[in-house]
Every structure is written in structure tokens, then in C-alpha cells.
């Protein structure tokens, strides 16, 4: 069973910072690509950036240029800095993690709070 520990949530002001980690319990070359998705309560959990394993990212409309996935050297830890951070970026975040075998797994969230 793979497991993903998420970090970093908590609370800022707009315009602030804050960095999300998420290390996954597998080897690098059994991850397919790696990814954040965000939730707020009576919405559906939505894309927020994604990294393969060939280091294509691809992120959603709401956040380019805000924000930047990336990861470690060894290639299973992913890594989400948010910078101008606003408002509307108020989420439980969850770390995703899909393997060779197509299996995905999920970490447990993190809530991230923004103050107007």
C-alpha cells in the first residue's frame, strides 16, 4: 500500500506564501506522475498541478504563475510553492499519486486557509 504524508498547510494572509511537501512511500520508477487537487466543502475536488515522471507540469488556469510543483532529486517528493496567495485558494489540499500500473493513491489533505 502506498502511502502519501502531506505538510505545509495552514494559515496566511492574501498575498502571502506557503510551501506544500508531499513524499510518497514508493520507489521513483514506480510513480507515473504526481499531483495537487484541492476541495472546498459542496464542490468537487478539482486539479491544481500536476508533475510526470518526465518532469512535464501542467497546472490549472486559476493558479499559473502563482503557483509551482516540482520535486526532489530522488523523484518522490513533490513539492507545491504557492506565492500571491488569494482568498479563493482556501482548500483542503490533497496530494495525488498515480503509479506505472495506473493505481492511484491519495494523501490524507491539508488544509490551506487564506485571510482576506
Known amino acids: 500500500q502506498v502511502q502519501l504524508v502531506e505538510s505545509g498547510g495552514g494559515l496566511v494572509q492574501a498575498g502571502g506564501s506557503l510551501r506544500l511537501s508531499c513524499a510518497a512511500s514508493?520507489?521513483?520508477?514506480?510513480?507515473?506522475?504526481m499531483g495537487w487537487y484541492r476541495q472546498v466543502p459542496g464542490i468537487e475536488r478539482e486539479l491544481v498541478a500536476i508533475?510526470?515522471?518526465?518532469?512535464?507540469?501542467n497546472y490549472a488556469d486559476s493558479v499559473k504563475g502563482r503557483f509551482t510543483i516540482s520535486r526532489d532529486n530522488a523523484g518522490n517528493t513533490v513539492y507545491l510553492q504557492m506565492n500571491s496567495l488569494k482568498p479563493e485558494d482556501t482548500a483542503v489540499y490533497y496530494c495525488?499519486?498515480?503509479?506505472?500500473?495506473?493505481?492511484?493513491?491519495w494523501g490524507q489533505g491539508t488544509q490551506v486557509t487564506v485571510s482576506s
Open positions: 495525488n499519486a498515480v503509479t506505472i500500473t495506473t493505481s492511484s493513491y
Open positions: 508533475i510526470t515522471n518526465g518532469g512535464s507540469t
Open positions: 514508493i520507489r521513483a520508477f514506480m510513480i507515473n506522475r
